[in-house]
């Protein structure tokens, strides 16, 4: 994949631009749990698989939370699909699914609670449904289960 060549210097540009952590609708949705009284940690190692984290972690509650990027997560609402290097890109989107999929299953496997959302999402309504799974589970948590 690393021999593809920008189809032009404005394009590299944006791309080597394009944040991966901290993105506007995380900052948004971190910003109502803090408000909430909740308390996480950002960008967490996702034990056994090196070079991966989740997005907001509730550690005791074993709770990931993902927020993916409508581009590049292939969000079927708004994915697009670059005409240049199009093969290229198009290995690129499937590869970054695919290791969605696995790091979701890894988690899952190892007890915790996934939730991903993509970006276009209210953050009001992420921030909801974070709050009551983060509930869920210390409750759960609580009755031993």
Not at 23 to 31: C, G, I, M, N
Not at 88 to 116: C, F, I, P, Q, S
């Amino acid at each position: 994949m690393s021999d593809a060549v920008p189809s032009s210097p404005s394009v590299s540009a944006r791309m080597s631009r394009q944040g991966s952590r901290d993105t506007t609708p995380e900052l948004a949705v971190r910003k109502l749990l803090h408000a909430a009284g909740m308390r996480y940690r950002v960008n967490v190692p996702v034990p056994g698989m090196p070079r991966r984290t989740i997005d907001i972690a509730f550690g005791r509650a074993k709770l990931a939370v993902f927020m993916d990027g409508c581009f590049w997560h292939g969000c079927p609402q708004h994915a697009t699909h670059p005409k240049a290097n199009a093969e290229w890109w198009r290995t690129k989107l499937d590869r970054n699914m695919a290791r969605d999929r696995e790091t979701t299953e890894h988690l899952a496997a190892a007890g915790w609670t996934v939730l991903r959302f993509w970006e276009h999402e209210s953050p009001e309504f992420v921030a909801r449904l974070v709050a009551e799974a983060a509930e869920k589970a210390t409750i759960s948590k609580a009755e031993g289960k």
